[in-house]
Nanobody
Framework: QVQLIESGGGLVQAGGSLRLSCAGS????????MGWFRQAPGNAREFLAA????????AYADSVKGRFTISRDNAKKMVWLQMNNLKADDTAVYYC??????????????WGQGTQVTVSS
């Protein structure tokens, strides 16, 4: 079992940056791929980025490639999403998740409660 808690969301102006954090717990945290997703009102949950347990492989959605960076520290049981050059379209609730290396929500077994990111234009 893995528990996840996101933090770091907030209100930021377009062009600004935020760093989201995801604190994990549970003995098996380091064995999972970690992913970040987001969901805007009326939209489906959208894949953003994933990183394997060893950090050897990462993947990004085209919509955030070059602007967002995912990283992790297994010793601290932490995952981060650095978000730069934010746009109004990035406004959503952001979730971290633990599961398999995939861009599909069903591949992830454990989810945090989400953190709101609002980008003002």
């Amino acid at each position: 079992q893995v528990q996840l808690i996101e933090s770091g969301g907030g209100l930021v102006q377009a062009g600004g940056s935020l760093r989201l954090s995801c604190a994990g717990s549970g003995r098996t945290f380091s064995s999972y791929t970690m992913g970040w997703f987001r969901q805007a009102p009326g939209n489906a949950r959208e894949f953003l980025a994933a990183i394997t347990w060893s950090s050897e492989s990462v993947a990004y959605a085209d919509s955030v490639k070059g602007r967002f960076t995912i990283s992790r520290d297994n010793a601290k049981k932490m995952v981060w999403l650095q978000m730069n050059n934010l746009k109004a379209d990035d406004t959503a609730v952001y979730y971290c998740a633990a599961g398999l290396f995939s861009n599909i929500t069903d591949a992830y077994n454990f989810w945090g409660q989400g953190t709101q990111v609002t980008v003002s234009s």
